[in-house]
């Protein structure tokens, strides 16, 4: 069995194709099911968020399993097939499992390092377990996808820091506040931008929020959509003294909060540091109000230098994070090469077993006079040096560094102890989602 | 003498640092581990001395450190497991490896005075060296506050950012130091009144509690502070004062107290040497 992927994402399809191409969670289960009956196919798993489709399959032959999942995306989504040839990467064996890694790593995200990408994955993961579609190779591959994602959230910086506006103002409130939940929030104006943020803070349930405009009727509806209430454009001081976290957005052509201003509410608040951002352009606060000790002033050059600063950090993980994907590879491969010789090792303890049993049956006349402990001491010590005569070419044997020389080897093992024709059962101590899930394939590690 | 204490928190105060810098769990659950470690050896220790003396070593210098770094060990302990916070440790726990490295490095106090018998010493000892932790806590909350202040106040968010609790968080946890420290060190130097009064009418002719006055540095030096941190708590509830002043006069204040508790203990003679 061969490991694929096949899909599209959005470094390579434009979004019209990849809107096209998406599953929704509701129909997953049936895509998956549909794929599966598919003979080419062995265990599948289908991811499809908004920026990627793919398909992960166990396959017999690479181009079989490739024509096939192409041919399942083109009936099922109703793309022409020149359209998807043209946007499709493929990727097998390790280079899969790099790519999966990744993946779950939030490496080939669009904003690299989001961490909403390993719930995706695994939400994909669960849903074709649920239909069975998973079997030892995948289970063990998405489980060392989680393990790999999880080590690069825990291990580097890479989903550190804020990569929007609005995140970053929300992260920079809470390291100034505090719990926002304690805190008054005050939006000046009603604008596009002034809503866009106030949503984020309403999210985190804030324990007030005032909105005051000069349009009374904007002030009305924002309010009414992020929970807030309306103070009238001549109390905005009285607002502003009790608000903790201030968003202005308005349209003026002049400083709205000027300094004077601000320091005739600071006299009220007992030196409670007040956070104002001023995402207008031309700027709504005088630039002078920043002087003032309890004050923390971000514009938006200052909000985008933290965003850059983010990203720039990111960025510096990203080898770090490519690292432990790599180390995650590495282990996957070392796991996948060590099933090639599984049946070797079955059937040479079986070889091994049947020495001593035939020993054993031999001597059964000498050892039938013996206490049943002493003949059940016999037996246990018998298996135990077989158990250990076998434990380190078993081991060196699973840790073999390539498919041939594993061939090599276990031809070479094959004749030395007549083993014969080769057990094809194999160990399957996998993790594994249900006892329905499909058994576990011999997997080529390239 | 024992090393065994001291390699502890320092091995606690590297793990620290480790931690505050590659932010692994890992690292800091060691830092937690070691520390919590050092308590317990220092525990044992203390224990040790009080059965042999059948009284508790608080008689010299080196033991009035010893005492203090045992219990700002175990607030900071405290402050970590309810706050969730591990990142404060990288600034206590070498503070903490250094003091104790320089109490167990201490000569060895003389016989145990007559005098140091009562109850009411070791009660005054006690609550002082838990308010000198509490303020040593105040400040650690002042200096980070300070360096998270500076970055948040110069827009260039950076390695405190994104290591440190919020701005509120540290001045609230620094109020509470600043008030509980304060409640110990008045109730500490309330009841050292009481047994001065006591001693004075027991041995009179002693010249250390004869020496025991305003004019005395460490006596001085403890009053002054006092008088900081009372500052400082009215500064707070009446003059609106907090944040950044507050967290640098919890810093001053601790930088005082520092002064009582080496040079002044170690170089000046006081009324308090019962070596």
């Known amino acids: 069995m061969r490991l694929l992927v096949l899909g599209v994402s959005h470094h390579t399809a434009p979004i019209d194709l990849r809107e096209r191409l998406a599953f929704a969670t509701p129909d997953l289960a049936e895509a998956v099911s549909t794929l599966a009956r598919d003979p080419a196919l062995g265990e599948v798993v289908l991811l499809s968020t908004c920026n990627r489709t793919e398909l992960y399959a166990t396959c017999h032959s690479l181009e079989d399993g490739h024509e096939a999942m192409a041919g399942f995306l083109t009936s099922a989504r109703a793309v022409p097939a020149d359209d998807l040839r043209a946007h499709i990467y493929t990727r097998s064996e390790g280079d899969a499992a790099r790519h999966l890694f990744r993946v779950a790593a939030g490496l080939d995200s669009l904003v690299v390092g989001e961490p909403q990408i390993l719930g995706q994955v695994k939400q994909a993961y669960a849903s074709a377990a649920d239909q069975h579609a998973t079997g030892a190779l995948l289970n063990r591959l998405f489980h060392t996808a989680f393990t790999a994602g999880k080590r690069v959230r825990s291990e580097t910086e890479l989903a550190e820091g804020a990569v929007s506006v609005s995140y970053a103002a929300l992260g920079l409130a809470r390291k100034i506040v505090g719990d926002l939940r304690h805190a008054s929030m005050l939006v000046v104006g009603a604008g596009e931008m002034a809503e866009l943020t106030?949503?984020?803070?309403?999210?985190?349930?804030?324990?007030?929020?005032?909105?005051?405009?000069?349009?009374?009727?904007?002030?009305?509806?924002?309010?009414?959509?992020?929970?807030?209430?309306?103070?009238?454009?001549?109390?905005?001081?009285?607002?502003?003294?009790?608000?903790?976290?201030?968003?202005?957005?308005?349209?003026?052509?002049?400083?709205?909060?000027?300094?004077?201003?601000?320091?005739?509410?600071?006299?009220?608040?007992?030196?409670?540091?007040?956070?104002?951002?001023?995402?207008?352009?031309?700027?709504?606060?005088?630039?002078?109000?920043?002087?003032?000790?309890?004050?923390?002033?971000?514009?938006?050059?200052?909000?985008?230098?933290?965003?850059?600063?983010?990203?720039?950090?990111?960025?510096?993980?990203?080898?770090?994070?490519?690292?432990?994907?790599?180390?995650?590879?590495?282990?996957?491969?070392?796991?996948?090469?060590?099933?090639?010789?599984?049946?070797?090792?079955?059937?040479?303890?079986?070889?091994?077993?049947?020495?001593?049993?035939a020993e054993l049956d031999r001597l059964q006349p000498k050892i039938a006079g013996l206490p049943p402990e002493a003949r059940a001491r016999v037996d246990e010590i018998t298996r135990l040096i077989i158990e250990k005569l076998l434990i380190t070419p078993t081991e060196q044997l699973k840790a073999l560094p390539d498919e041939a020389l594993q061939h090599s080897y276990a031809d070479a093992l094959s004749h030395l102890f007549a083993l014969g024709d080769r057990n094809d059962d194999e160990d399957d101590d996998e993790p594994g989602p249900s006892p329905g899930g499909k058994g576990p394939r011999e997997f080529v590690g390239s | 003498m024992s090393v065994l204490e001291?390699?502890?928190?320092?091995?606690?105060?590297?793990?620290?640092?480790?931690?505050?810098?590659?932010?692994?769990?890992?690292?800091?659950?060691?830092?937690?581990?070691?520390?919590?470690?050092?308590?317990?050896?220092?525990?044992?220790?203390?224990?040790?001395?009080?059965?042999?003396?059948?009284?508790?070593?608080?008689?010299?210098?080196?033991?009035?450190?010893?005492?203090?770094?045992?219990?700002?060990?175990?607030?900071?302990?405290?402050?970590?497991?309810?706050?969730?916070?591990?990142?404060?440790?990288?600034?206590?726990?070498?503070?903490?490896?250094?003091?104790?490295?320089?109490?167990?490095?201490?000569?060895?106090?003389?016989?145990?005075?007559?005098?140091?018998?009562?109850?009411?010493?070791?009660?005054?000892?006690?609550?002082?060296?838990?308010?000198?932790?509490?303020?040593?806590?105040?400040?650690?909350?002042?200096?980070?506050?300070?360096?998270?202040?500076?970055?948040?106040?110069?827009?260039?968010?950076?390695?405190?950012?994104?290591?440190?609790?919020?701005?509120?968080?540290?001045?609230?946890?620094?109020?509470?130091?600043?008030?509980?420290?304060?409640?110990?060190?008045?109730?500490?130097?309330?009841?050292?009144?009481?047994?001065?009064?006591?001693?004075?009418?027991?041995?009179?002719?002693d010249p250390r509690v004869g020496a025991m006055s305003m004019t005395d540095p460490k006596i001085l030096i403890a009053v002054g502070s006092w008088l900081l941190y009372a500052f400082q708590i009215v500064a707070r509830t009446m003059l609106g004062w907090s944040g950044k002043r507050t967290a640098w006069l919890s810093a001053v204040g601790f930088v005082v107290i520092l002064v009582n508790l080496l040079p002044v203990a170690y170089l000046v003679p006081t009324s308090h040497a019962f070596e």
């Open chain 2, 6 to 205: 001291p390699a502890l928190y320092a091995l606690g105060a590297v793990l620290y640092a480790a931690h505050f810098i590659r932010r692994q769990p890992a690292l800091g659950r060691a830092a937690t581990g070691a520390l919590g470690a050092g308590v317990v050896v220092h525990t044992f220790l203390l224990g040790m001395a009080t059965v042999r003396e059948s009284a508790l070593p608080l008689v010299g210098a080196g033991d009035a450190l010893g005492g203090f770094v045992w219990l700002l060990a175990i607030v900071y302990l405290y402050v970590e497991l309810t706050s969730g916070e591990r990142a404060m440790g990288a600034f206590i726990a070498p503070f903490i490896a250094v003091l104790s490295v320089v109490a167990v490095a201490s000569a060895e106090p003389g016989p145990r005075p007559a005098i140091l018998d009562s109850p009411l010493f070791v009660f005054h000892v006690t609550f002082v060296l838990f308010a000198y932790a509490s303020f040593a806590i105040a400040a650690v909350m002042g200096v980070t506050y300070v360096l998270l202040f500076r970055e948040l106040k110069g827009r260039q968010p950076g390695v405190f950012y994104a290591r440190l609790p919020s701005l509120a968080a540290l001045d609230q946890m620094n109020g509470r130091a600043i008030v509980g420290g304060f409640a110990c060190l008045t109730a500490g130097m309330l009841i050292g009144l009481v047994w001065l009064l006591q001693a004075n009418r027991l041995v009179p002719i």
């Open chain 1, 198 to 357: 106030a949503r984020h803070f309403a999210a985190q349930q804030p324990k007030r929020i005032t909105v005051c405009s000069r349009t009374a009727t904007h002030a009305e509806a924002l309010a009414a959509d992020v929970g807030g209430t309306v103070v009238p454009w001549g109390d905005l001081d009285a607002a502003l003294a009790q608000a903790d976290v201030v968003v202005t957005a308005t349209g003026a052509r002049t400083p709205i909060l000027t300094r004077k201003r601000v320091q005739a509410a600071l006299r009220h608040r007992r030196g409670r540091p007040l956070f104002i951002i001023d995402i207008a352009l031309p700027r709504d606060v005088d630039p002078l109000v920043a002087g003032d000790d309890d004050v923390f002033l971000y514009n938006i050059d200052d909000l985008q230098s933290v965003i850059n600063e983010s990203l720039a950090r990111r960025s510096s993980e990203t080898t770090h994070a490519e690292t432990i994907v790599n180390q995650e590879v590495e282990r996957f491969m070392a796991w996948a090469r060590s099933r090639t010789a599984m049946p070797t090792v079955v059937a040479l303890r079986q070889r091994f077993e049947a020495i001593r049993r």
